[in-house]
């Protein structure tokens, strides 16, 4: 029986979206979710800190493509107007840009021309070619140390190193251009701690260079990549002595942006509508509406965070139990400009976006540790995904696979990472020791059924020993 996946072309999507910087890690999962919503999807990303594998792997989980991938950096306003003028695009969102803070310190030159340039350059851009929604990926840097907690979006803002500075002039970008062209709308949304990975384990954090943030740390070390966690602080004022943070699910935070851009669109409507009505309703109207909107014209600020904080220790024990494993910790002195305590108040997300996280602090560790653990090498395991077929209609048949699990593992995403395969069924049913798994669309194995047996046949005989051997299953 052969499987359909609908693959809208060009045309059959309904709007168009440009994601810049879609291959990096929040990029990517957001890029899922546009995909599987039905947009259709436009990716640039000057691939400095990111691999064009990312979005294959957006394409596997989403069972659709993406209509172009074009490499180029936000900051080339010569070639970003050539891709604007290829689509019609109903938004932008902005998530390309650099985001280490001690290499702002060092560097803080390119994180002026990088981020600030870059925003200017797509700002222009969007102006010459009419399009007017903007999500930006601003920080919980812009706040600074914390004044008091919870953070909200009146908190002062007082960043305390060039990148926050720089994500607080992008922001400043926004909100004029807001204020002189009242058809732009944009939604800068700050968000706190982002970790996680996609539940297909397909996609999730993987810098290419020594991570510096704490969740891809303790990921590296439980996979022995690095030797031990360093614990930057055991003496802060909090309830176990180390550092507190707001951590959010990159799942959640990617939902946020799919918010935004509902919101962003009824802005829209609202503004049609609010023409036509009477003046007396209309000034009612307008005095229900948040402050910072008669402030900023249609630019919005929302903290995208949970509320919660969470310690590095507990943290590090979430992933113990995870893993099963030890974290090795060297107790190290505090970093420099850290603070102990940084909790965001999310309720303007939570009222105005409609917005809420749904993955608890488990599921984010378990989830980064999934992808860690499956993808031990990151996007550079050598792992050859197909990309999906650029097409209207195609079937393929469906290949069903048993692989021995010794342990409660994921069927498609053992086959998914490690068979190349470039779409999967979710529907897949266990036995005591065999897990069966539909799977569409593979090109290497072409055999059409096997049994619980995997020595059945010498097709999937080989499928499990690839398993066997590349992930020790
Ligand atoms: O190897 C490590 C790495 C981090 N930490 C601690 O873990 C906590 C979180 O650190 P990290 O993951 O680096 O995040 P933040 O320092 O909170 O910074 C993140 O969150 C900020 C917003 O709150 C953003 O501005 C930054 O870009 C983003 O990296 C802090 O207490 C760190 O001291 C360690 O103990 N060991």
């Known amino acids: 029986m052969a499987a359909t996946f609908p693959l809208p072309t060009a045309q059959s999507a309904t709007s168009v979206i440009l994601v810049t910087g879609g291959c990096g890690y929040i990029g990517s999962h957001f890029v899922v979710q546009l995909l599987e919503t039905g947009y259709g999807v436009v990716v640039v990303d000057d691939l400095s800190n990111s691999t064009t594998e990312s979005i294959r792997r957006a394409e596997t989980i989403a069972q659709r493509a993406i209509l172009s ?151 590296q070390v439980l996979a022995s990549r690095l030797p031990a966690l360093r614990v930057f602080g055991t003496d802060w004022p909090t309830h176990d002595g180390t550092g507190v943070r707001d951590f959010v699910h990159v799942v959640d935070l990617a939902s946020a942006h799919l918010r935004a851009v509902r919101v962003l669109g009824q802005v829209d409507g609202q503004r049609r509508k609010e023409a036509k009505e009477a ?117 393929y048949a469906p290949v069903v696979l048993s692989i021995c699990a010794n342990d409660d593992t994921t069927p498609t995403r053992v086959c998914s990472n490690l068979l190349g395969l470039f779409s999967y069924s979710n529907a897949h049913k266990r036995t005591k020791s065999c897990t069966e798994v539909s799977i569409s669309g593979t090109t290497s194995y072409s055999a059409s059924a096997f049994g619980d047996d995997e020595e059945e046949d010498g097709a999937a005989k080989k499928v499990f020993g690839l398993s066997t051997r590349m992930l020790g299953v």
């Open 69 to 219: 991938f074009y490499q180029v950096s936000v900051c080339d306003t010569n070639a970003l107007r050539r891709v604007f003028e290829l689509y019609e695009f109903d938004a932008v969102i902005h998530f390309a840009g650099l985001k280490s803070v001690a290499e702002s310190v060092s560097d803080p030159l390119s994180y002026y021309s990088g981020n600030v340039g870059g925003m200017v350059s797509l700002m222009s851009v969007m102006k010459e070619f009419g399009v007017f929604k903007l999500v930006f990926s601003s920080s919980a840097t812009v706040y600074g140390h914390p004044h008091y907690l919870p953070i909200d979006e009146s908190h002062p803002l007082t960043p305390t190193n060039p990148y926050g500075h720089s994500k607080l002039m992008c922001e400043q970008v926004a909100r004029d251009m807001c204020r002189s062209d009242p058809r732009f709308k944009v939604a800068l949304l700050r968000y706190f701690n982002p970790i996680g990975a996609h539940s297909s384990a397909l996609i999730g954090e993987s810098p290419l260079s020594t991570p510096n943030n704490l969740l891809p740390c303790i990921t």
């Open 279 to 395: 003046k007396k309703a209309k000034e009612a109207k307008e005095a229900k509406e948040p402050k910072e909107k008669e402030k900023d014209g249609n630019c919005f600020t929302w903290n995208i965070g949970t509320g919660q904080g969470y310690s590095v220790m507990q943290i590090v024990r979430a992933a113990e139990s995870a893993s099963r494993k030890t974290v090795p910790l060297v107790l190290s002195p505090p970093r420099p400009g850290d603070c102990a305590h940084v909790v965001a108040n999310p309720s303007l997300a939570n009222s105005q976006l409609r917005w809420s996280p749904k993955f608890g602090v488990d599921e984010m560790v378990r989830s980064a540790w999934e992808f860690q653990k499956w993808n031990p090498e990151g996007y550079n395991a050598g792992v050859d995904l197909l990309p999906v077929t650029r097409g209207a209609s195609d079937n």
